[in-house]
């Protein structure tokens, strides 16, 4: 079970184990990626904030409290350090609007792929805190419980949050042109 053997190798980090600390790393790095991928919509910021998730960990490993899973720790210091990623984006201002775009053209992408696109464009307009539960829900496959835990919120509001989130992913596809 992950728990038992993310308990074993917590405590071998705490002891200085440099191996349990890379297996932990290899065990959560992709999903932590994906996560901050999702809430930043950009793959070199989501990897520095893997690294920086990693890095905050283990530097603060002694205060993990064992009676939580390490995989809503990592995540919550995953979703924070996003959050914060997005802050420092919007006081560095708007990017010039005469930059040229890397996206494709209509004519090059396939129907599913512009879909998963618009899916991106739109989960990018979300607040953080509606675009964390989206993420941590659809993208990452967590309960509502294991949501409440990770955003240190109760489990009423993770549903609540997660409704106005769909819906406003609905509607905002809606006007795109995206029918469910």
């Known amino acids: 079970m992950h728990d038992e053997r993310d308990t074993a190798l917590l405590e071998d980090c705490k002891r200085g184990d440099r191996a ?24 070199d ?20 409290d064992p009676k939580y899973k390490f995989f809503s720790w990592i995540y919550r210091i995953a979703v924070n350090e996003s959050i914060n990623q997005i ?18 053209g209509p004519d090059e992408v396939t ?41 240190q919120i109760p489990e009423k509001t993770v549903k609540s949050r997660l409704f106005s989130a769909r819906q406003q992913m609905k509607d905002r596809l809606q006007s795109r042109g995206i029918e469910f």
């Open 20 to 43: 349990a600390l890379t297996s932990l790393v290899r065990r959560y790095e992709r999903t932590v990626f994906n996560a901050a991928y999702r809430m930043l919509g950009n793959p």
């Open 111 to 151: 129907e599913a792929g512009r879909t998963g696109h618009d899916v991106q464009a739109v989960l990018q307009e979300l607040n953080e805190d509606h675009r964390a539960v989206v993420v941590l829900r659809h993208f990452t496959e967590c309960s509502y419980r294991e949501i409440g835990e990770i955003l």
């Open 87 to 104: 802050h420092k984006r919007n006081r560095f201002g708007e990017l010039d609007e005469n930059e040229v775009s890397s996206d494709r």
């Open 45 to 64: 910021d989501a990897a520095d904030v893997t690294q920086t998730t990693f890095m905050k960990a283990f530097e603060n490993i002694g205060r993990y």
